[in-house]
């Protein structure tokens, strides 16, 4: 992995987690790039239910709980993994399609933080259809305006 970034400015790194090994391979890469640089990341657990307008609303109520239920334990899992960086990352919880929330998120980074370097970090999956990086990854590399790292 390259780590040639800007020397100048801080870096603002979005990981995608949902603590699978690939996100988790993401997430330490992020920590990697980031040791010496200032800045932050900002790790998102992605709660997308495609189908959500046939549920019925004690469904959905059902359905929004689980979400809340797997935000919870994956924010414990990265508080683990980046424990003694607290001041350096926050999670967050984004509903909707994966690729657009990272891409809203790494935004919103970008417009807060002007002249910083913003970048998504994503890791692939070896059962990816594409074979190299899965339908995130490429969707994201279609529509983001903000470099994407993905990590093997």
């Given amino acids: ?16 987690y949902d603590g699978s090994p690939p996100a988790t391979r993401a997430l330490d890469a992020a920590v990697r790039l980031l040791h010496g640089r200032t800045g932050s990341i900002e790790v998102v657990y992605i709660a997308h239910l495609p189908a959500v307008d046939m549920l019925s609303a004690d469904a959905i109520a059902g359905v929004e709980d689980s979400f809340d239920e797997v935000s919870r334990d994956l924010q414990a899992q990265v508080r683990d993994q980046l424990r003694g960086r607290e001041d350096r990352w926050v999670f967050a919880r984004g509903d909707g399609a994966v690729p657009d929330v990272l891409i809203a998120t790494a935004a919103r980074l970008r ?15 070896s059962q990816a259809m594409h074979r190299v990086v899965g339908s995130v990854a490429v969707s994201l590399a279609r529509h983001a305006d903000v470099p994407i790292m993905i990590v093997p």
């Fill in 1 to 16: 992995m390259s780590t040639d970034m800007p020397a100048t400015g801080d870096v603002h790194l979005v990981v995608g």
């Fill in 111 to 125: 417009d807060t933080h002007p002249g910083d370097t913003v970048a998504i970090m994503v890791g692939s999956s």
